[in-house]
């Protein structure tokens, strides 16, 4: 069992930067991949970014590509997003998700995470 807990958001300004955290708990984490989605007003949830267990490959959507990056420390059980070069395009409520445990594919799709938090707010301003 894995519970997650995000904090970070807020509101800033177009081409501000922002560092989501999401904090675990569970013995098992450092044996689940993470991710990071978002959920704008209206649209369906979409993958932003994940990272393994294990190895730690990273994977991001086209539009975050070099401006957000997705950081894990299994010693203290936390995962970040650091996201720059904010856009309004990037205003959405973000989730932290963890997998059940040795998943490391299909990472981009919601149904292979087992654990969800309960979101925070992002708003970028133009």
């Known amino acids: 069992q894995v519970q997650l807990v995000e904090s970070g958001g807020g509101l800033v300004q177009a081409g501000g930067s922002l560092r989501l955290s999401c904090a675990a708990s569970?013995?098992?984490?450092?044996?689940?991949?993470v991710g990071w989605f978002r959920q704008a007003p209206g649209k369906e949830r979409e993958f932003v970014a994940a990272?393994?267990?294990?190895?730690?490959?990273?994977y991001y959507t086209d539009s975050v590509k070099g401006r957000f990056t997705i950081t894990r420390d299994n010693a203290k059980n936390t995962v970040d997003l650091q996201m720059n070069s904010l856009t309004p395009e990037d205003t959405a409520v973000y989730y932290c998700a963890a997998s059940r445990p040795f998943i490391s594919r299909e990472l981009t799709t919601t149904g292979t995470y087992e654990y969800w938090g309960q979101g925070t707010q992002v708003t970028v301003s133009s």
């Open positions: 990272r393994t267990w294990g190895a730690g490959r990273t």
């Open positions: 569970g013995r098992t984490f450092d044996s689940v991949s």
